[in-house]
């Protein structure tokens, strides 16, 4: 007789695991975040995966460069092992999303994961930047920075548009899990 394969109907197959990237982990309640961010994903039959839970083996003394290629590898690998990524794109000390979590999202896609985006303030990107500096539109209608000129990135995008077109957008992280949940779930066997 041969063995069964992973892939047999019969045997029953892990929920989905989500890795839940943002900027939260640098938050003083990260850990009651995370926390309300799996309890959700369970809800939906998912299971949440947060940065802090890369297996750091460090010891004490562990000098930063060698904390910070560990923190790096771990998250790479949760990505890396996970079937899908919400991303907390809120704006995070300026008007763009936390450089590590676009590394993440970037990364995901890479993958070809599946990648839903929530906290993105409403409105066009351009919009938020011209409320925040000075900006001029430019005889061809472009708007630029006042102070150097430099364009600022329109077409309507919510994002960067290499953000805004490469991942779905939700209103909130229980919206993206929900949609993230429908594109896992769907087309799996029943348990």
Do not use: W
């Not at 750091?56 to 771990?74: F, K, N, S, T, V």
């Not at 999303?97 to 896609?109: C, K, L, N």
């Amino acid at each position: 007789m041969f063995p069964k394969r992973h892939d047999d109907p019969a045997r029953p197959r892990p929920c989905p695991r989500i890795y839940l990237a943002g900027p939260d982990v640098f938050f003083p309640d990260h850990d009651r975040v995370f926390g309300a961010l799996k309890a959700h994903c369970a809800r939906l039959g998912l299971a949440g995966i947060a940065p802090t839970d890369a297996p750091l083996a460090l010891h004490a003394a562990a000098a930063d460069d060698e904390r910070a290629q560990a923190i790096y590898e771990g998250n790479v690998a949760l990505i890396r092992e996970a079937d899908g990524v919400i991303a907390n794109l809120m704006s995070f000390r300026g008007q763009e999303p936390d450089s590590g979590t676009v590394f993440e999202v970037g990364y995901a896609v890479a993958l070809g994961k599946p990648v839903v985006g929530y906290g993105v303030p409403e409105g066009a990107y351009a919009d938020r930047v011209q409320a925040a500096i000075p900006c001029l539109r430019n005889a061809a209608g472009v708007v630029t920075e006042a102070a150097g000129g430099t364009m600022v990135e329109g077409l309507g995008q919510p994002l960067n548009l290499m953000l805004a077109r490469s991942i779905e957008l939700a209103a909130s992280a229980g919206e993206a899990l929900e949609r993230l949940a429908h594109k896992l779930h769907r087309g799996r066997p029943a348990h």
